[in-house]
Each structure stands twice: as C-alpha cells, then as structure tokens.
C-alpha cells in the first residue's frame, strides 16, 4: 500500500471526530454517531482507492451509510479493505466522558477477518509480551508470563477491563492474583492500543467486548509489535450463524493476531474526547484543533498529528 495513503486516511477520521465532537455531552448518541459516519462516508470518497467496508455500521447500528459491503472511495487506485468505527465511545460522546475516538484500519484486500458483529473473548498486550500470553490459560498465569516478560512483579502490572457485569469473576481473578485494575465504560480499541503505550500505565488488556473492535484493535497492535488473541462469544444461534454465514466455520477458534490482521495495515484514530490514548477534539473561534495517530506495520512508523483546521475553509464541518 502507498505510504501516502495514511495521510490520507487520517483526514476521514479527523473530520469525523470534528463532527461528532460537535454533539459531545449532548445525551444523544445516535445524533452523534451519525454525524460522524456522515462525515467518514464523504471523506472515504475524496481518497484514491477501490475499497470494501467489511466492518463498519451496517449490521448492529442499521445506519443508512458505511455499511458492511459498502464501496468506498474515488473509485482509482488499490484495492483495499476498512474495518471502521466513526465514533467508538458512543455513550462516552454523548455523555462528555473520556476515550472515544473515530477509527480505522485499513488492508490489502483480504486480509481483515470478516468478523460478524457479536462478542469476542481478548487479550492485549504490547511489544514486550509478545509471544507470552494464551487466551486458554487463566487470567493469572497470563498475569505471571507478562511480570517475566517485563522483569517486573505482578503488583505491579495494570490491567484494563470493561465494566460490565460478565466481568465480575475475571476482576476478581486479577484482584486475587495481585494486578491492578483500572475499569472503563466504554472503548476497549484504545485500551487495547494503550497497552503499547509506555505512557497510558496500561500493560494488558482482559475481557469480552466487540467482535468487530477486535479486528481493529489487532490490526494497530500489529502496526506496532504488540500481542493480541480473540475468540468469538456469541449469545444467541442467530449470531452463531450469522457467524458462519462471514466464513467463521470454528466457533471456538482462538484467532491470532495475525489471523485478525495480516499482510500490510495501517491503523488511523483522532480522539473525539480526551482520555489516555489521544486528545479530544478542541473547538476554537477559528476551527478546530485535532489530535490523531497513523501507523504502519510495514515499516513500523508511527505518527502523531495535531492538526489546524479553520472552518473558513471547511464549510461543511
């Protein structure tokens, strides 16, 4: 995939976060999540590109655009596949919490797993527990591999946890094994990233979440080194067969990162509100200003971008 490609894709999630910035502490999620496909599915359109959304709004949210199967862009140039999220943090949007972003990840056409939109089993980590972790043993061996790996004591270590009420025995593993725990409402992509960034104070990631964040989380874990497993939980026979009817014949399958995520990705994310991984959008008498992450795994480059942008030349946003 050409370079400039990741400049370019970061300008669709920039001005999806501008837009549902916009509804942040509003109390209407759905308000802002379609303000932010909105403005994703006009940007897709302005990039050099044949491209597939083989995960995006379709299934779950039955938004009108950006959905699973939909083609995107200029209509010239590569192949590719997007697993998208305009707005991951709905809830925290609408509600002025912290973490949610608008994000993408982009591949070679057939390399992100079709995953349907249902539950997945995960573990995360960063460059240095990659290789140490296995979805199949329990929180406190996986805990143990990763105090080895980081020549540190569990204590020590922190994990990330969605706060849910099926999470209740898996915190209180951790708890028993010794870890830290810090408990999010909301946005499990850049947590998992945040396990790869020294600074978040973030070392691992448990817990059942979203298939399809899944996909997109591997897909920047492998952009940077980092470690990532999921196995599909599905609820009900529907999703069991809606499952099946992607591709997935193994339920039970622990897929790897690579798996998730092959050949040559790239990963883009702007913050939409402000939380450990990235900067929330800020509005100013001119603009507004954006904070955002591009990374490749083929060459391992990872940018940060804040950027100016002035409405005087934006009218649409």
């Known amino acids: 995939m050409n370079r400039n490609l990741a400049l370019e894709f970061v300008r669709v999630t920039e001005m ?5 910035a916009r509804l ?11 303000a932010a496909v909105d403005a994703m599915r006009t940007m897709l359109d302005s990039v050099d590109c044949h ?29 590719l596949e997007i697993a998208l999220d305009p707005l991951e943090g709905t809830t925290v949007c609408a509600t002025g919490g912290y973490n949610s972003i608008s994000v993408m990840a982009i591949a070679e056409k057939g390399c992100l797993l079709h995953a349907p939109d249902t539950y997945m089993e995960k573990i995360a980590v960063g460059p240095e527990g990659k290789g140490v972790i296995d979805i199949n043993e329990s929180p406190a061996e996986n805990l143990k591999r990763l105090a080895e790996a980081k020549k540190c004591r569990v204590q020590d270590l922190t994990a990330v946890v969605l706060d849910r009420p099926r999470h209740e025995k898996l915190i209180s593993d951790i708890r028993n094994a010794g870890a830290r725990i810090q408990l999010i409402g909301d946005g499990d992509v ?9 600074e978040s104070g973030i070392d691992i990631l448990f817990g059942i979440g979203g298939a399809p964040e899944g996909v997109i989380a591997a897909a920047a ?4 080194g980092g470690d990532f497993q999921g196995r599909l939980k599905p609820r009900n026979e529907e999703e069991v067969k809606r499952a099946h009817a992607m591709g997935v014949t193994d339920i039970n399958k622990v897929f790897q990162i690579e798996e998730l995520a092959s050949g040559h990705v790239m990963f883009c994310a702007t913050g939409v509100t402000s939380g450990s991984f990235l900067k929330g959008v800020q509005f100013k008498s001119w603009g507004a200003i954006t904070h955002s992450i591009v990374m490749r795994s083929q060459s391992g480059t990872i940018r940060k971008i804040t950027a100016e942008h002035h409405f005087d030349t934006k009218p649409r946003y």
Do not use: F, H, W
């Not at 942040?24 to 379609?34: I, L, N, S, T, V």
């Not at 491209?51 to 192949?79: F, Q, S």
């Open 24 to 34: 942040m502490g509003r109390g209407d999620e759905k308000a802002a999540d379609q």
């Open 16 to 20: 999806a976060a501008i837009a549902s």
């Open 221 to 224: 874990l492998r952009c940077v």
């Open 190 to 198: 850049s947590a998992a990233i945040a396990c790869a960034e020294p």
């Open 51 to 79: 491209a597939t959304v083989v995960i995006g709004e379709g299934e779950r949210d039955e938004a009108p655009m950006l959905y699973i199967g939909e083609k995107v862009g200029a209509g010239n140039g590569p192949e």
